[in-house]
């Protein structure tokens, strides 16, 4: 699979469609949920590497995977995450994001979509059982289940974490800049819950 020759004329087309995806039909949605996809956008052409974790994932996708289909998961990635703010080792509301997830996505015949969320569907099965993750350290909760996810669905996708690229999408979504340890760090801490009964 080809990268589009410009990726952030991509991201310029699905912010006309922001309105559309993040409907206020679905219950699910975040209230200021435009605005937060909004924000993510401005960062992802902003970013000096803008097109890599596309480049990085494209080959490894079905032919009917699509730009528009990867800036999607990136944006309710980034809504999950947002919701953990004022969640605390609850995952109830995570599993309901992953069903309205899944139908939206076989609504509108995004069928790539619906292999990605089979890796939101598993993190939000492992919350469950340890949710030491969430309870923790609250304020950082979102940025670890973002980092944590993304390493995972690269590993399930392309066959290794691809750090440099979670740590570019990390950047997208959070702003700043984050340093490659914290990206290793999250999966390590990851790993050790992990191994823990």
Same mark, same amino acid.
């Given at each position: 699979?080809?990268?589009?020759?410009?990726?952030?004329?991509?991201?310029?087309?699905?912010?006309?469609?922001?309105?559309?995806?993040?409907?206020?039909?679905?219950?699910?949605?975040?209230?200021?949920?435009?605005?937060?996809?909004?924000?993510?956008?401005?960062?992802?052409?902003?970013?000096?590497?803008?097109?890599?974790?596309?480049?990085?994932?494209?080959?490894?996708?079905?032919?009917?995977?699509?730009?528009?289909?990867?800036?999607?998961?990136?944006?309710?990635?980034?809504? =999950?995450?947002?919701?953990?703010?004022?969640?605390?080792?609850?995952?109830?509301?995570?599993?309901?994001?992953?069903?309205?997830?899944?139908?939206?996505?076989?609504?509108?015949?995004?069928?790539?979509?619906?292999?990605?969320?089979?890796?939101?569907?598993?993190?939000?099965?492992?919350?469950?059982?340890?949710?030491?993750?969430?309870?923790?350290?609250?304020?950082?909760?979102?940025?670890?289940?973002?980092?944590?996810?993304?390493?995972?669905?690269?590993?399930?996708?392309?066959?290794?974490?691809?750090?440099?690229? =979670?740590?570019?999408?990390?950047?997208? =979504?959070?702003?700043?800049?984050?340093?490659?340890? =914290?990206?290793?760090?999250?999966?390590?801490?990851?790993?050790?819950?992990?191994?823990?009964?």
């Amino acid at each position: 699979m080809r990268a589009p020759s410009t990726f952030k004329s991509e991201i310029a087309a699905y912010r006309a469609k922001l309105p559309f995806v993040l409907s206020s039909d679905d219950p699910d949605v975040l209230e200021n949920a435009v605005e937060i996809a909004a924000r993510v956008l401005d960062n992802w052409e902003k970013h000096l590497d803008a097109e890599k974790p596309w480049l990085a994932i494209a080959d490894h996708l079905s032919d009917d995977s699509t730009t528009e289909a990867f800036i999607f998961l990136v944006i309710r990635d980034a809504l =999950v995450a947002e919701k953990l703010r004022g969640q605390d080792a609850e995952t109830p509301a995570l599993e309901k994001d992953y069903r309205s997830y899944e139908k939206f996505g076989r609504k509108h015949k995004l069928y790539a979509e619906l292999a990605y969320a089979k890796a939101l569907r598993n993190h939000v099965r492992r919350l469950r059982q340890k949710p030491k993750l969430l309870s923790r350290k609250k304020q950082k909760a979102p940025r670890q289940y973002f980092i944590e996810t993304w390493r995972r669905r690269f590993q399930e996708i392309c066959g290794q974490p691809l750090e440099p690229i =979670v740590g570019i999408l990390t950047e997208i =979504v959070f702003g700043g800049t984050i340093d490659p340890p =914290v990206v290793r760090d999250a999966g390590r801490r990851v790993k050790r819950h992990g191994r823990k009964k």
